[in-house]
């Protein structure tokens, strides 16, 4: 069986998560979190980096720090996994979807500037599938507009748009570090800022919103957002390995699109782009099954399944799923029909891949 996205995790954190037992500092103090805080801001040059619980409560966190509340909107991707729409929810503001770029599957900046109206607070560029989105033009219609930009890169940690880390754009970048991200601390999360008031204003929402010169004196309503020492002892070992999990990832789409390469020249199906202007970091190699393939995706993934191997179809998006505002965004929803995310873990070498690709071929 070879599954879609397993961790890669080895001696180093192992003997990091030993040390923190040992020193019984389990919970959210503890050196890690500081060392894997600090860490991470250098590898992205800015200043500040706050560690959280997961994913969604980095989003949330940041969206509070920037004061979206009842009555604001929020600018997502529909295409994305619905953490990103849920914290904008989370806010009680509104979540204003837009459509994908057909291209390259992120957020298609030339829908964005239409959905911007007075109430308008934010955006959530959204880096999908280890692809960077087109920044130049987002970040234009945040600033004629002064919106904030909150960059999700839960997908894409050290992706590169125009040569410069994704996450570093915007006002505020969200990562997450669960299990089948490109590093992992099991759960976990991070938010990134070079802006010393809201670096402050995450670190108190995060700790119950607590004061941080008067214990348990509560100026606002916070959350517990906390990583534990544990986690950051795994993201610690995970971090110094960023680059090399990276240079992998990209090693092996490069197989994938070799192999496949015979498929999209006879049009049966598209590769995972990656636009001149972007490093992409294939968090998880996707391709698109187009009509002319004789079977369906949904079958295709059936039939790989009885071969041993796990596939995953994308995400719906958000605005066809019941609790999300019903538009039509057609080619979001004509990506989600036709993509197929292909295994993608860091222990998988040209033979693994030869044999996914073999079979995706003979289901032909
Ligand atoms: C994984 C993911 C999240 C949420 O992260 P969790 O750590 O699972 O909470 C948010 N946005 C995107 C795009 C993701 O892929």
New binding site residues.
Partial sequence: MIPVLEPLLGEDELNNVIEAVKSSWISSQGKFIGEFEEGFADYHQVKHAIATS??????HLALKSLGIGKGDEVIVPTL?????AN?VLYCNAEPVFVDSHPEYWCMDPDNLEDKVNSRTKAIIP???YGHPCDMDPIMDVAEDHHLYVVE????AHGALYKGKKVGTFGDIS?Y???G??IITTG???MCITSDETLESKMRILRDHGMNTNRRYWHDVIGFNYRMTNLQAAIGVAQLQKLDQFIAKKRENASYYHRMLKDLRDDGLISLHPEMPWAKCVY?IYCILIEDEFNLKRDGIINELMKKGIDTRPFFYPITIMKPYKKVSLPHAEELSRKGLSLPSSLNLDFEDISKITDALKKVR
């Fill in positions: 997961n994913g969604t409560t980095a989003l994305t996994f619905a953490a990103t914290a959204v880096h999908l999700d890169a839960a997908e969200c997450s570090f669960y089948n991200k759960e976990g999360g968090w």
